[in-house]
C-alpha cells in the first residue's frame, strides 16, 4: 500500500521532549548547526507577520470595494485579480475568493481539514480558528458558532459556509455601516474587523 | 485518510474560546516554529500537500492534545527523518552527530519578500476541458482512501450544484504522495445544510467546498 515510507518515525511523539520549548529549541539548534536554517530568516518571517502582514491588508481591500463600485464588481468576480491589482496577493492567498454578505446572505469562513486562512490579507490565524471546536462546529452548526461570537440571525438569513479544502482563501466582504458615507477610503478601512472578514462578525460600526 | 483531522461536523469539542487582543504568537516557541518552517531547507520533493499529509498521520490523541505550530513540528521532524537529513538522536539532543554533513545554502533574510510574493501558486495549465460547469448537480464520490485527500467525510456521498470553476489546480492526493502535480480542474460545489445534516439544519443554509474534478460525478 504505502510505497513512500510515509510511517516511518510517526511514533517520533512519545521519543522527543515533551515541552514544546525544549522540542522546538532542540530542532532549531540543530537545523542551524546543519545549514539548514538560518536564524536571521527565522526572525525575519516572525517579523513579518508579527508586525508588517495583519488584517489591515483585508481592510484595505474591503474598504475601496465600498467606495470604489468597478474594483467591487472586480472584486467579486476574480479575486485574485483584483487583489493582484493592490499587490496583496502572497503565500497562503495566491488564489482569492471574495464572498459578499448582503441583507439576506451571510457568509463564514472555515477550514474543517486543517487551518488554511488568508494570511497575506489576515495575518495568521487566531487560535480559536485553529481549533477542534471551530473546525467542528462551524459547518454542522453554523447559527450556533455565530451566537457565541454574539451574532444572532434570522431564519431570513442565508448562512453560507465556506469550508476552504483547496488553496483557495475565502474573504468575507462585510456590509458598509451606514452613516459612513462622508467618511474617507483610510477611514473606512480603520472600521473593518479581522472577525467581520472571517465572518463571525456582521455589524460594523 | 479518515483521520481525527477531518473534523467537519463532529460533537463533543465544547464551545469556542475567543480572546480579545489575541496576540500573533502566545508563546516564544509559537513563533520560532513558525519562523524555522518557512526559514528552512526542506527535503526535496516536499510539498504543500506531503507536509498536511505528514500532520494527518500524528496518533489521534497526540493531534488533539498538541497545539497547532505542534502539529508543524511533527510533520517537519517527520520529512527530516524521512528524507534522512536529520537522526532521531540528532532531533532529541539539538546537536549535528560529529562528522555529518552541513550545507550552506538555506534561505536568507533577503531571500523573504520574494518567497512571501511568489510562493503558493497552484493554478496549472489543464490538460483537457473541464467536464462540469457552474449550475450543474453533481454527487461526491464516496470514497475512503488510506492516503491524503481533501474530501471531507461529511461531504461524501452528498448531492450539491457546481458553483464556480477555478481552472486546473495541482491534485493533493498524489501531491501528498510524492506521485506529482497531475492537475485536476477544481470547482466550489455548493451543498444544502439539509442535504449534508438532515431536516434539523435551517433549510435556507449551505455549505461550499472546493473539490476536484475526480472528487465528483455527474448527478
Known sequence: MERDHAHDHDDLVGQVPSDPALRIKALESLLVEKGLADPATIDAWIETFEARVGPHHGARVVARAWVDPGFRQRLLADGTRAIAEMDLLGIQGQHIVVVEN??????????????????PLLGLPPRWYKSAPYRSRAVID???????????????????????????????????????????????????????????????? | MNGIHDMGGMHGFGSIAAEAHEPVFHEPWEARMFGLGRAMTSPSGSTIDRGRYLRELMPPIAYLGWTYYEHWYFATALSLLQAGMITM???????????????????????????????????????????????????????????????????????????????????????????????????????????????????????????????????
Open chain 2, 89 to 219: 538522536d540528532e532531533l532529541r539532543s539539538g546537536h549535528a552527530a560529529p562528522g555529518s554533513p552541513k550545507r550552506n545554502d538555506a534561505a536568507r533574510p533577503e531571500d523573504l519578500d520574494r518567497q512571501f510574493k511568489t510562493l503558493g501558486n497552484f493554478a496549472r495549465e489543464a490538460a483537457s476541458a473541464p467536464r462540469f460547469a457552474a449550475g450543474q448537480p453533481v454527487k461526491a464520490r464516496i470514497m475512503h482512501p488510506t492516503g491524503h485527500t481533501r474530501l471531507p467525510r461529511y461531504a461524501r456521498g452528498k448531492l450539491g450544484v457546481v458553483h464556480r470553476w477555478h481552472g486546473a489546480h495541482v491534485f493533493p492526493d498524489t501531491s501528498a504522495r510524492g506521485e506529482g502535480e497531475r492537475p485536476g480542474h477544481l470547482y466550489t460545489v455548493m451543498f444544502t445544510a439539509r442535504e449534508l445534516w438532515g431536516e434539523d439544519a435551517a433549510p435556507a443554509d449551505k455549505v461550499c467546498l472546493d473539490l476536484w474534478e475526480s472528487y465528483l460525478e455527474p448527478a
Open chain 1, 102 to 119: 448582503t441583507p439576506a446572505v451571510h457568509n463564514l469562513v472555515v477550514c474543517t481539514l486543517c487551518s488554511c486562512y488568508p494570511w
Open chain 1, 142 to 205: 453554523p447559527r450556533g458558532v455565530l451566537r457565541e461570537f454574539g451574532v444572532e440571525l434570522g431564519p431570513e438569513v442565508e448562512v453560507r459556509v465556506w469550508d476552504s479544502t483547496s488553496e483557495v482563501r475565502y474573504l468575507v466582504l462585510p456590509e458598509r455601516p451606514p452613516g459612513t458615507e462622508e467618511m474617507s477610503e483610510d477611514q473606512l478601512a480603520g472600521l473593518v474587523t479581522r472577525d467581520a472578514m472571517i465572518g463571525v462578525a456582521r455589524e460594523l460600526r
